[in-house]
């Protein structure tokens, strides 16, 4: 039975990818920092959809974290799904910069090396995935979240390309790239969301159905929704300076 392994499991995309997989009949590692709540996702996905569902408690901004996820990921694992993510509760010079170096960790160095010891075996056995959770914000001006995003896009091009010749086309590398997902992403970092409009917002059922579908194609890059494929496209047309005026303050209100 094929493996998929996602990182923050229990919450958001992380979750919908969970319950997606497992209605497809794939077994399930899932990842975690809260123990108990990620025992009942996994026992919530056991007694619905029979499938196995390991657990593996870990905090992805710690060194012991990162290796005992890179150790289960040199596993059986046919897709890797790497969700863990933040956002930080106020703009660059508001907010202490520990928690944007843990934030760099969590969304470059735990890509960077789960995608590092997933690849290998999945080239070895011919066959597999990596989906790598960016963001539109990759696009825009959005500090240090934003940066982090656009540097997972290019790190997943970047594979993408290298693996190429190796792979056959039967191992692929995506980054996916969602906007304003119906999450508890944004409540966490305290965002006040009040002034986006409805029609601006995806569902997390719909984002991974798109980015599944654009894996089956080979995309290396996923933008769910035709709403953010337009305002990608107009973002790499614009001057940079004009890209960062427009998007520094959107979504980016806190309480």
Same mark, same amino acid.
């Given at each position: 039975?094929?493996?998929?392994?996602?990182?923050?499991?229990?919450?958001? /995309?992380?979750?919908?990818?969970?319950?997606?997989?497992?209605?497809?009949?794939?077994?399930?590692?899932?990842?975690?920092?809260?123990?108990?709540?990620?025992?009942?996702?996994?026992?919530?996905?056991?007694?619905?959809?029979?499938?196995?569902?390991?657990?593996?408690?870990?905090?992805?901004?710690t060194e012991e974290g990162?290796?005992?996820?890179?150790?289960?990921?040199?596993?059986?694992?046919?897709?890797?799904?790497?969700?863990?993510?933040?956002?930080?509760?106020?703009?660059?010079?508001?907010?202490?910069?520990?928690?944007?170096?843990?934030?760099?960790?969590?969304?470059?160095?735990?890509?960077?090396?789960?995608?590092?010891?997933?690849?290998?075996?999945? /080239?070895?056995?011919?066959?597999?995935?990596?989906?790598?959770?960016?963001?539109?914000?990759?696009?825009?001006?959005?500090?240090?979240?934003?940066?982090?995003?656009?540097?997972?896009?290019?790190?997943?091009?970047?594979?993408?390309?290298?693996?190429?010749?190796?792979?056959?086309?039967?191992?692929h590398v995506m980054a996916?790239?969602?906007?304003?997902?119906?999450?508890?992403?944004?409540?966490?970092?305290?965002?006040?969301?009040?002034?986006?409009?409805?029609?601006?917002?995806?569902?997390?059922?719909?984002?991974?159905?798109?980015? /599944?579908?654009?894996?089956?194609?080979?995309?290396?890059?996923?933008?769910?929704?035709?709403?953010?494929?337009?305002?990608?496209?107009?973002?790499?047309?614009?001057?940079?300076?004009?890209?960062?005026?427009?998007?520094?303050?959107?979504?980016?209100?806190?309480?």
């Open positions: 039975m094929p493996t998929a392994f996602i990182t923050g499991a229990t919450a958001g /995309l992380g979750a919908a990818f969970a319950r997606r997989l497992a209605s497809d009949g794939l077994d399930l590692v899932l990842l975690a920092r809260d123990g108990e709540r990620l025992e009942r996702a996994a026992a919530g996905l056991r007694d619905r959809y029979a499938v196995r569902a390991e657990t593996l408690r870990a905090d992805l901004s990162l290796a005992a996820a890179e150790e289960r990921a040199r596993g059986d694992v046919d897709l890797l799904v790497n969700n863990a993510g933040f956002g930080n509760k106020g703009k660059f010079l508001d907010v202490p910069v520990s928690d944007e170096t843990t934030m760099l960790r969590v969304h470059c160095e735990a890509v960077l090396r789960l995608t590092h010891a997933a690849l290998p075996p999945m /080239l070895d056995r011919g066959r597999g995935a990596v989906v790598n959770v960016a963001s539109v914000a990759a696009f825009t001006a959005r500090g240090t979240y934003g940066a982090s995003k656009a540097w997972v896009v290019a790190f997943s091009e970047g594979v993408a390309a290298d693996i190429a010749g190796r792979s056959r086309g039967r191992v996916l790239c969602p906007g304003f997902v119906h999450t508890e992403f944004h409540d966490r970092a305290r965002m006040d969301m009040s002034g986006v409009p409805d029609f601006m917002w995806l569902e997390d059922e719909a984002v991974v159905d798109a980015a /599944l579908r654009d894996l089956r194609r080979g995309a290396r890059i996923s933008v769910p929704g035709a709403q953010y494929k337009t305002i990608v496209g107009v973002t790499r047309l614009l001057p940079r300076g004009l890209v960062a005026r427009l998007s520094s303050d959107r979504g980016r209100k806190y309480t």
